[in-house]
């Protein structure tokens, strides 16, 4: 499968990360209106004062009870960073249009500033519209929280000594600017300083949607290219609901639904919809009111009396979405991704930040353990025991693979049962080979493959022995 380019290539629109070392205290972009100038000093004294307070004693860097504009977000982002070196590592992927630095903090036990073989990688996105606040507040809190707890609360030990976990608090910091406290449904400051929807604007599976792609898109793109990910999730507000993939269908299906059984939004299922389903009642299960019906509502809908079951959705039966980045995780770069809705009022008073944060707070951590389910494993060459990047793993019958990275790594989350897992690439043998998975989480089954090449160019090896045999022959014809 491959995503629509609409005459474009990916590579047009990739930015580099950029990491931000311990102790540089750097700004590549104005946070606000102020002049840059003005702005970078200004961030620079917030810096000076907050550490040299924070030093003295262990008092919370981020702080509940306000919202964090650009300028206060990074500043407790390279807190956070200077405080916990041995566990963070702050980058940019790239920049929005006005030109702010969108910020991610990789929070691990072990080397946090690179990927480590068959250690899998996560993340976490807030903050899409950027009048849906809240999932910007509690991804601050929970990045301080799990380096607060670390080696003191076994959940987040245990994730953190086997997980990297990337906290991107915002990838729309300009409309979170114009955004208005208090204001619950506007659609001010939802779109990026363009006027553009991000979370319309990435290429889409089934249909092109002729949009220009954005800086904040282009970010993203860049990142999946950058970072194998296995899970994530994209934190919204304006419901009370988890949904996942697949967010839009065929346009011949959709028109079909709606001219003969007036369905405007059909589900969409996708070949992991199993596991799809069952993340995202992994989140509302642990959340205090998600999965309470009558605490949900379709807003979309404009129906405020029709619930989600099980506080979830899949995301086309909600509402169909053309250039969602869920449906792009997953279709571009193999990853499981679900958004959650994780409030009804999308700006709501600074004052209510921490019950959402106690609430959310579970469900963050508990949803990010998933990762470590199913199968995972290396590909090989048998030949000469190279790693094969680009082979596709996938399970059999099952039509979307995921591919191996340059490691030869493969990760497959999966549910408690027998699978048989095809693996293949082309020059190759391909291979069937049956496992288990187990209902324990920190229990993935280990699968290492070697594969054998058909290629007629790659010669068996050559024994000592046969080069001995062939030079005794010689020298006795010449005798």
Not at 164 to 177: A, K, Q, S, Y
Not at 239 to 266: C, E, G, I, M
Not at 346 to 356: C, K, L, T, V
Request: proline share 5%; aromatic share 10%.
């Amino acid at each position: 499968m491959s995503i629509p380019r609409g005459g474009r290539r990916y590579g047009d629109w990739e930015q580099k990360p950029t990491p931000i070392p311990a102790g540089s205290w750097y700004l590549s972009s104005p946070c606000s209106d102020l002049p840059i100038g003005m702005e970078k000093s200004l961030l620079l004294l917030l810096f000076l004062a907050t550490s040299s307070y924070c030093s003295s004693s262990e008092q919370s860097i981020v702080d509940v009870g306000v919202y964090h504009d650009h300028v206060k977000m990074t500043s407790s982002l390279m807190l956070l960073r200077e405080r916990y070196p041995r566990l963070t590592h702050l980058y940019s992927i790239g920049e929005s249009v006005e030109g702010r630095s969108l910020w991610v903090l990789a929070i691990s036990a072990l080397n946090p500033d690179s990927h480590v073989t068959l250690r899998p990688e996560v993340k976490y996105v807030g903050n899409i519209h950027g009048n849906e606040v809240i999932g910007r507040e509690i991804l601050l809190q929970l990045a301080e929280y799990l380096l607060v707890n670390y080696g003191k609360d076994d959940d987040v030990t245990n994730l953190l000594d086997n997980t990297r976990v990337h906290i991107m608090p915002t990838l729309n910091p300009d409309g979170f600017e114009r955004s208005i406290e208090g204001v619950c449904y506007s659609q001010v400051g939802r779109n990026n300083a363009n006027g553009y929807d991000l979370n319309r604007n990435f290429p889409d599976f089934f249909e092109d949607t002729g949009l220009r792609i954005q800086a904040e898109t282009a970010a993203i793109m860049g990142w999946l290219k950058t970072e194998h990910f296995v899970l994530s999730a994209q934190l919204h507000a304006g419901a009370l609901v988890a949904t996942y993939p697949l967010d839009n269908l065929h346009p011949a299906k959709k028109k079909l639904y709606k001219d003969v059984l007036q369905d405007n939004s059909p589900y969409s299922a996708c070949a992991d919809d199993d596991v799809l389903r069952f993340l995202a009642l992994t989140y509302s299960t642990h959340h205090g009111r998600m999965r309470m019906y009558n605490e949900t509502t379709r807003w979309a809908n404009y129906n405020p009396e029709m619930g989600f079951k099980d506080g979830i959705s899949n995301g086309a039966d909600w509402y169909a979405v053309a250039g969602g980045m869920q449906d792009y995780n997953y279709f571009a770069d193999g990853c499981f991704e679900i958004t959650v809705e994780v409030n009804t009022c999308m700006h709501p008073p600074r004052a209510e930040i921490s019950r959402f944060w106690e609430e959310n707070r579970a469900p963050l951590v508990q949803y990010l353990k998933q990762v470590h389910r199913g199968v995972k494993g290396i590909v090989t060459n048998l030949v000469d025991n190279s790693l094969i990047h680009g082979a596709e793993v996938r399970v059999h019958e099952r039509n979307l693979p995921q591919r191996t990275t340059k490691l030869g790594e493969f990760w497959l989350i999966l549910l408690p049962g027998n699978y048989n897992i095809e693996i293949s690439k082309s020059g190759f043998d391909t291979r069937m080979i049956s496992v288990e998975v187990s209902a324990e989480l920190y229990q993935t089954t280990r699968l290492d493959v070697s594969l054998r090449s058909t290629s007629s160019e790659i010669a068996p090896p050559i024994s000592l022995i046969s080069i001995l045999c062939t030079l005794i022959v010689i020298n006795f014809a010449e005798v």
